[in-house]
């Protein structure tokens, strides 16, 4: 927030704040303003069209006009937009450059990334205990957070199914090892533990709430709203799945202050060039690497590796080396799709570990002779 729009309620911008504005956006639509266009916010995109909080209340406005046809240029649920006043249709003429984008690959074989959400402060990742944890996909979550460029939050969802609190301990040390530098936090949404403290963290700014189907998002965004403005259907019995009761990205202003982006679960979370957030979520085996005997250690074979010899004492877990390794390489493959030098230099590690393949080949032949 800022003290300009605070001390002025006059201002034409003034019910924008509730939703983020401040001087610093203020500066980015200037130009805009002199064309006579209005400043808003996106709170909800649906086939082509969108719905946009303005000056002027809850405006519907086309999107056609902003770059359609590149995945990544769209407009988006988090957006601040410029839009037409007038008009049948109205237009989104432009948006304003992005603080932050939290960005997946599609779920198609093509080489183009999705955008879930824009200029987030908080990504807030929803786990559900009434299963048995997936700390694999906990990972693959944060290290999409942290390349947002959000601060990432782990929610441990319907911690009234637990038995006891020192289960409940247990499972939020498990994920903490998961998540280093990440608050774990977890919440009963009937029956309102770690409510208040979510609240207030979320209070600070925008917060996007991601999770598979079922991990209990839409129940979460009604308990901080404090009314059911989302749809929520059971989750099946049998696997705890839920039902894609919210089927586009929502943005709802939270009665504390600050607002929170709602999402569809999420089957598929592909990495989109997230190298910098995989490192992030990993962040004690690159701690490790940095005293490996080769500055390329691959961290498989090779003589005086630091990160294998942490495994072999127990002091790094297997699981999260092999984890690590997995999400490298399906963050280099998406990477490869549109970088000619990442492709060449896969090519060229394939060579050379054929090479090594072969010549370990023949000095096993030349010992069997």
Known sequence: M?????????????????????????????PYATEGLLAGRVIRVDRGQCDVVTSDGVLRADTAFVTPNDPMRVVCTGDWVAVEPAGNPRYVRTYLPRRTAFVRSTSSKRSE??????????????????LELDLGRVERFLALAWESGAQPLVVLTKADLVPDAATLGHLVQDVEKTAPGVPVLPVSSSGGEGLDVLAAVLSGGT???????????????NALIGEDVMDVRAARDVDGKGRHTTTTRNLLALPGGGVLIDTPGLRGVGLWDAETGVGQVFSEIEGLAADCRFHDCAH??????????????????????????????????????????????????????GAEGRAAMAAKRGRWH
């Open 2 to 30: 800022t003290s300009a729009f605070l001390a002025f309620p006059s201002s034409p911008f003034a019910a924008l704040v509730p939703y983020g504005w401040d001087d610093v956006w203020a500066d980015e639509f200037a």
């Open 113 to 130: 990334g999705q955008i879930l959400a824009a200029n987030v402060d908080y990504a807030v990742v929803a786990v559900s205990l009434a």
């Open 207 to 221: 917060s996007v709430l991601l999770g598979q189907s079922g991990a209990g998002k839409s129940t979460l965004a």
């Open 300 to 353: 498989e074979a090779e003589p005086g590796c630091a990160v294998l010899a942490a495994v072999d004492s127990g002091v790094l877990p297997e699981r999260r080396l092999a984890s690590y390794r997995k999400l490298l390489r399906e963050n280099q493959r998406i990477v490869a799709k549109t970088d000619a030098r990442v492709r060449a230099e896969i090519r060229r590690d394939w060579k050379r570990k």
